[in-house]
DNA sequence: GTACGATAGTTAGAGTTCTAATGCGTGTCA
DNA sequence: TGACACGCATTAGAACTCTAACTATCGTAC
């Protein structure tokens, strides 16, 4: 099967194109990609536990587990024990953490809508329907 | 800008499943996704170059260093001097890695023929321009 | 009241990925 | 011929990612 005609191909340089851009964007603010989108969703929901953190950000606990460790190194977020579940441990941002957030947001959305304005409002809606349906047959697929 | 109107987001969730599908599809051969983009490239471009392939899977030459380190440990490949232009080594699939290749080759496609069977002709050709565009607009605004 | 299942958190190990920096070899150009 | 630019290869360091395995705690069911 040739290589152009794998949609994974187009999929994957895509993704890696984003990344590239978005890495780019982040640099100022010394984040990194998933450090970024940790605290996108943190900003969120204040409190989120790492776990739940970990399955809104589409990765593995440990993995959560090593971004926050990082983000806490800087000094971006801490992490205080659940008032009576003791096994959860409360994740939520510094002041400083909100701050390079906020910075770093900036960047990131200046990217995104970068992007968006390749595609009008109904090739927007397309390609998400799309990518939608790929995740589903994968996800499908990979369960049967 | 909220989550789910960023394309990022579903970019990365439909390659996130693709990897997902792809590394379980290769597992049994022992191969992981980027060695096996080292050798399906490999195996369409014998005696390539370490940085032509590099270029060929879209990352950096230190990276592909590291996967041909790995797959030459499990004799997968071999890397021997260029017949005149010594600081070139040539790269070439083992036997043992011309074997592993071809069943590892055989369930990535399946997945790649179950991904594909998800859409028609037409939408297929309007996903892989529109992830096309996607790359163009990003790259683009690298260098602006 | 105790045992079990589910969830949260963590550690260990392997692999991928990047940037930055270095050394080597070839080819070109003055 | 000598100097410089270019490309290949490699090393070092940091970060992300996964699977596998383990511990701890809570709630429930017997």
């Known amino acids: 099967m040739p290589v152009p005609e794998r949609l994974g191909f187009h999929l994957k340089r895509a993704e890696q194109a984003l ?3 978005k890495n780019a964007a982040l640099r100022p603010a010394g984040l990194t990609v998933p450090q970024y989108a940790a605290l996108l969703h943190l900003a969120q929901s ?3 536990s790492a776990a739940a953190l970990a399955r809104a950000c589409g990765v593995t606990p440990p993995t959560m587990n090593t971004v926050l460790k990082n983000l806490q ?9 659940h008032e009576w579940h003791k096994n959860i441990l409360e994740t939520r941002l510094t002041a400083k953490g909100a701050q ?7 960047n990131a959305v200046r990217v995104e809508r970068g992007l968006a304005g390749a ?4 090739e927007r809606e397309t390609l998400i329907a ?6 589903e047959q994968l996800e499908g697929a ?3």
């Open 19 to 21: 990344n590239a851009a």
């Open 130 to 135: 799309l990518l939608a349906r790929c995740v």
């Open 119 to 122: 595609f009008s409002d109904e």
């Open 46 to 48: 204040p409190g989120i």
């Open 100 to 106: 390079v957030m906020a910075t770093a947001d900036a």
């Open 73 to 81: 190194e800087q000094g971006l977020i801490e992490r205080t024990p």
């Open 142 to 144: 990979r369960s049967a």
